[in-house]
């Protein structure tokens, strides 16, 4: 256990940190310090060589250091779920950064600086759970980035430069307050839109089915033996969206499915006939 663990919070000594350090199956030393209920960046770590990742996720930290850029030999940081609420320049200075997590703080646009341009070598960077709406523009630098977390946060449109990210594959910006063009929104509110109503492909006869599915331009499933409880309850398998644009409550639905049942086996009956 910690030494000086108490109200101010947990601090980390030299000792306590270099018993930390593990080899990972990859080679690398990875420096764990999470969930140790530290409130202060460990001025200690400086005094550390040779640790190629550092874990300082799930703490209280509320301030980095301003030096944080000359723990050079960094390619590894996670300071996810601390009370973070800027970043200082000189993390720039973190060339050989390949993954950062900086999810679940306090961060704010204001608090994010321009200098992570120079992190060219990043991979991976979330920033998912803060409270951020704009990125800086230099970000667009980021050659090497593969996957953007921007999750649960404050952003109504995505940041302009990610397009322009030749190796990003990924961008999660779930749950974020996004919103379409001024024309968009126009366009749609000046359409009025029609009421739908669901029917279930096996209550179709063939000839019917096949005008659904012209209709949609929707590729079908098969039955899947669902009683009616099931079917109102699973709506997405083997469902028909046909347009009406008749106000449809479930009596008449329900008057109306019986009707199409009727004509169908009337219309099987005259193609047998033929």
């Known amino acids: 256990m910690p030494k000086g663990k108490g ?3 947990t601090k980390v000594t030299l000792k306590i940190a270099k018993k930390a350090i593990r080899l990972t199956p990859e080679g690398r030393r990875r420096l764990t310090l999470s969930n140790m209920g530290i409130t202060a960046f460990p001025k200690c770590l400086f005094n550390i060589t040779k640790v190629d990742e550092l874990d300082l996720s799930c703490n209280r930290i509320q301030k980095l250091p301003d030096n944080i850029g000359s723990l050079s030999s960094i390619r590894w940081l996670d300071l996810h779920s601390n009370k973070l609420e800027s970043v200082p320049e000189s993390i720039g200075n973190l060339v050989h950064l390949t993954h950062l997590n900086l999810s679940n703080n306090r961060l704010t646009s204001a608090g994010l600086p ?6 060219t070598s990043l991979k991976s960077f979330n920033l998912g759970m803060n409270q951020l709406d704009v990125l800086p523009q230099t970000l667009v630098a980021l050659c090497n980035l593969q996957e953007l977390a921007l999750f649960d946060n404050l952003f109504k449109k995505l940041p302009e430069f990610v397009k322009y990210l030749p190796s990003l594959t990924k ?9 379409y063009g001024q024309g968009d929104a126009k366009k749609e509110k000046s359409e009025p839109k029609e009421e739908e109503y669901l029917v279930h492909e096996s209550n179709l006869c063939r000839s019917c089915l096949q005008r659904c599915k ?7 499933g098969g039955g ?4 009616v409880e099931q079917k109102k309850k699973r709506m997405y398998p083997g469902l028909m969206t046909p347009n009406s644009v008749a106000a ?3 009596d008449v639905w329900r008057i109306q499915e019986k009707v199409m049942k009727i004509k169908c086996a009337a219309d099987d009956l005259i193609i047998k006939a033929h």
Do not use: E, H, I, W
Not at 171 to 179: A, E, G
């Open 7 to 9: 109200a101010k919070g």
């Open 214 to 220: 012209a209709q949609t331009g929707k590729p079908m």
């Open 248 to 250: 449809v409550n479930q």
């Open 224 to 227: 899947d033996g669902d009683t």
């Open 114 to 119: 321009s200098t992570l341009c120079f992190l």
């Open 171 to 179: 961008v999660n910006v779930k749950r974020n307050p996004l919103s």
